[in-house]
């Protein structure tokens, strides 16, 4: 009996002081569904992002006033059509704007951080946003979103900063993004040494069309006490070219 009662206090206790989080990540194609490849359409994303009702959404592909997407502060944008604080991290000069990934989220953001990922191989440059958000129960989670580069050695290094960096973290950490590497590939094996990956409910996320390509992620740093609610791809193959992935955590 006292065993009993000590299962279910310790059970009562957890409950208590978990915190559910609704994740969302998204590789947007700067907002051009490839169904039609001469148009922008914005408010398809945003639906996208309203209907999940996700915590902490990371976004790749943006662009901050650039002609082929209308000269419109997608970051921006978003931010307001999603009622939504929000962290751009650029990734490159585009024109006389900015391409790179965005982090919203309808919680406080109290720090942000951008880091430069690094490039052995000449490529186009690639970032990782880190944000640090207080949740209504002022318990306080880090936020990492990023895109890493298409040629493997880039992504190797980048992983590996990224394995540096989020070892340091105490407090829970969850990155998420456009991996560009398949789960069986080295990225993703040296990311599983430091991160908590999915692989039960996981599934392609790309193309948006008959997708066959597992490359985007959201994952948990080890050092977190957490457990998976769900995971799941959403089947929205009008937007972007690729599809988006959520994931709702309980995180202690």
Do not use: C
Request: glycine share 4%; hydrophobic share 40%.
């Amino acid at each position: 009996m006292r065993l009993f009662l000590l299962i279910l206090f310790l059970s009562l206790n957890y409950s208590l002081s978990a915190q559910a989080l609704r994740i969302l990540t998204y590789n947007i194609h700067h907002a051009n569904p490839p169904s039609k490849p001469t148009e922008i359409d914005l408010e398809a994303i945003a639906k996208v992002i309203n209907e999940a009702d996700a915590d902490l959404i990371g976004i790749q592909e943006v662009d901050v006033n650039v002609s082929r997407s209308k000269m419109v502060d997608q970051a921006a944008k978003l931010a307001e059509m999603t009622k939504s604080n929000y962290y751009f991290s650029k990734g490159i000069d585009l024109e006389s704007g900015e391409y790179g990934t965005l982090i919203l989220t309808k919680h406080r953001i109290i720090s942000k951080r951008r880091y430069d990922l690094p490039m052995p191989v000449k490529s186009e440059n690639r970032s990782l946003a880190i944000v640090d958000v207080e949740l209504p129960d002022g318990k306080v989670v880090s936020f990492a979103n990023t895109h890493l580069d298409l040629k493997e050695e880039n992504r190797i290094a980048q992983v590996k900063f990224i394995n540096e960096l989020g070892d340091w973290y105490t407090r829970p950490l969850i990155l998420v993004g456009d991996m560009n590497a398949k789960p069986d590939e080295e990225p993703i094996q040296l990311l599983d040494q430091y991160f908590v990956r999915n692989s039960t409910t996981n599934s392609p996320t790309s193309p948006n069309i008959r997708p066959r390509n597992e490359i985007d992620y959201i994952l948990v740093g080890k050092s977190s006490k957490f457990k998976w609610i769900k995971y799941q791809v959403i089947q929205e193959d009008y937007a972007s070219d690729h599809l988006p992935l959520s994931a709702e955590i309980e995180i202690e």
